[in-house]
């Protein structure tokens, strides 16, 4: 697993010991590059859930964002995170919370430009997130989630536009979106 753009591309990632599932390389180029079609990253404030080795937040930031704030319910996974963002000279940009992801949105006042969300596919509370995120976003925001190929969000009003990738799926919110964009 490594960085697959900005200006740390090319760097490895280390992944934490246990039951995660990190986002391949060609799913987060993926991601980025739909992505930033929507969103300038440049000086954004990133929200990364489910964050596990804090790939998709650490390579915001390596494409310019200014902040990125992680959220990762478990310890282990939050360590190798922080490991990971002193490797590549981020940790000054970064937040980490050891919470739940969906009770930190439903606390959380902040507002972000861009919110990433990788939970595991099968989270009971997936249709939820949308939900929780998009009142998080700032103006212009986007919500990426990443999830299971075989979960369609199809009839959420917010969705702009949903792509897969073998088996997983990366959906696109925004508030007022029709879907089909």
Same mark, same amino acid.
Do not use: K, W
């Given at each position: 697993?490594?960085?697959?753009?900005? &200006?740390? &591309?090319?760097?490895?990632?280390?992944?934490?010991?246990?039951?995660?599932?990190?986002?391949?390389? &060609?799913?987060?180029?993926?991601?980025?590059? *739909?992505?930033?079609? &929507?969103?300038? *990253?440049?000086?954004?404030r990133?929200?990364?859930?489910?964050?596990?080795?804090?790939?998709?937040?650490?390579?915001?930031?390596?494409?310019?964002?200014?902040e990125?704030?992680?959220?990762?319910?478990?310890?282990?996974a939050?360590?190798?995170?922080?490991?990971?963002?002193?490797?590549?000279?981020?940790?000054?940009?970064?937040a980490?919370?050891?919470?739940?992801?969906?009770?930190?949105?439903?606390?959380?006042?902040?507002?972000?430009?861009?919110?990433?969300?990788?939970?595991?596919?099968?989270?009971?509370?997936l249709?939820?997130?949308?939900?929780?995120?998009?009142?998080?976003?700032?103006?212009?925001?986007?919500?990426?989630?990443?999830?299971?190929?075989?979960?369609?969000?199809?009839?959420?009003?917010?969705?702009?536009?949903?792509?897969?990738?073998?088996?997983?799926?990366?959906?696109?919110?925004?508030?007022?979106?029709?879907?089909?964009?």
């Amino acid at each position: 697993m490594r960085i697959v753009g900005g &200006r740390l &591309r090319g760097h490895r990632l280390r992944a934490p010991n246990g039951a995660t599932r990190p986002t391949t390389d &060609r799913t987060r180029e993926a991601i980025f590059n *739909l992505a930033q079609s &929507r969103v300038a *990253l440049d000086g954004a404030r990133v929200l990364d859930l489910f964050a596990g080795s804090g790939a998709l937040g650490l390579e915001a930031l390596s494409r310019g964002a200014a902040e990125a704030v992680f959220v990762e319910e478990r310890g282990a996974a939050l360590g190798t995170l922080r490991t990971n963002a002193d490797a590549l000279g981020l940790a000054a940009q970064c937040a980490f919370h050891r919470a739940d992801a969906l009770r930190f949105l439903e606390r959380d006042a902040g507002h972000y430009d861009l919110i990433l969300a990788d939970p595991p596919y099968a989270l009971a509370a997936l249709g939820r997130l949308p939900g929780l995120a998009l009142p998080r976003l700032a103006p212009g925001g986007l919500f990426v989630l990443e999830h299971g190929a075989d979960r369609s969000f199809d009839g959420d009003p917010a969705l702009e536009t949903s792509r897969r990738y073998g088996q997983t799926a990366v959906s696109l919110f925004r508030p007022g979106e029709a879907a089909g964009a």
